[in-house]
């Protein structure tokens, strides 16, 4: 099955930053789209944005546009979640994802099959 790995997550205070990363053993992430999610205590598990095999991304919530940035370095075999300005609405467990497409999915996390475990980000006020 393959497993995807995220890191970076941490403890920040508000108005830092962090970059999560994403990477994969068993699959070569640069063929495939990878999405980030992430599930506040209490809440849903959302989706933040979508990059796709040729680097177009989109974040899909309003609050963090401006603020997070969704990058790939192909070299690497990793996905990079950028995240500046942090506040403590951002405090979640991030996840990355692929829908094993080349393209971001439209219909949310039922098109992702892949998964990581999940990092935690904390932001104190």
């Known amino acids: 099955q393959v497993q995807l790995v995220e890191s970076g997550g941490d403890l920040v205070q508000s108005g830092g930053s962090l970059r999560l990363s994403c990477t994969a053993s068993e699959v070569s992430l640069p063929d495939y789209a990878v999405g980030w999610f992430r599930q506040a205590p209490g809440k849903e598990r959302v989706e933040v944005g979508c990059?796709?095999?040729?680097?177009?991304?989109?974040l899909y919530i309003k609050d963090v546009k401006g603020r997070f940035t969704i990058s790939r370095d192909n070299d690497q075999n990793r996905v990079y979640l950028q995240m500046n300005d942090l506040n403590h609405d951002d405090t979640a467990v991030y996840y990355c994802?692929?829908?094993?497409?080349?393209?971001?999915?439209?219909?949310?996390?039922?098109?992702?099959?892949?998964w990581g475990q999940g990092t935690q980000v904390t932001v104190s006020s």
């Open positions: 990059i796709s095999r040729l680097g177009d991304s989109i």
């Open positions: 994802a692929t829908p094993m497409t080349y393209w971001c999915p439209t219909k949310g996390a039922d098109q992702y099959h892949a």
